[in-house]
């Protein structure tokens, strides 16, 4: 016998298709998919912080983009979802992709916040943002940007 689920056994010779199977599997309790960068968006305007950019592409050759965009703070929030999802963006090549993508930001003088979809739901991604943006300016980008950190000679 196999065992097929909760405290259910179906002799191997009387299981049937798959599909007739499927009501005797327990049932995922799932969320709706949700636009948390638009969310997050929605509760900057309610702060009455300066409106993002949504998918802001910041650089000039690759096709990245930004969830949210401040351009004219160079700041931007990246939402990073499924994080308890062993999907694509959990596996090795993805994230070293995107290490890629932040660093390139990181180059053009962007400030790059992470935040989770829990960070977005319990208000403390908007905390951050507000720092964020009544924080100081980023430093140009360059070899200014060096010299105002105190490298470089």
């Not at 005797?24 to 900057?44: E, I, M, V």
């Not at 932040?102 to 829990?118: C, F, H, M, Q, T």
Request: charged letters at 25%; a positive charge; hydrophobic letters at 40%.
């Amino acid at each position: 016998m196999r065992y097929m689920g909760r405290r259910t056994r179906i002799p191997k010779s009387e299981q049937s298709p798959a599909a007739s199977l499927l009501p005797l599997l327990p049932k995922k309790k799932r969320r709706p998919p949700t636009d948390w960068p638009g969310a997050l968006a929605k509760h900057c305007a309610f702060a009455r912080l300066p409106n993002p950019v949504r998918e802001f592409r910041f650089h000039h050759t690759r096709q990245w983009r930004f969830d949210l965009a401040w351009v004219e703070h160079r700041f931007a929030v990246e939402v990073d979802g499924g994080l308890h999802v062993h999907g694509g963006h959990n596996r090795g090549a993805y994230i070293e992709e995107t290490m890629v993508k932040y660093a390139e930001a990181i180059l053009a003088g962007w400030r790059v916040l992470r935040v989770s979809p829990k960070h977005v739901e319990s208000g403390q991604a908007l905390v951050w943002v507000e720092g964020c943006l009544k924080g100081p300016p980023a430093p140009p980008p360059g070899r200014q940007a060096a010299l105002a950190l105190g490298h470089g000679g």
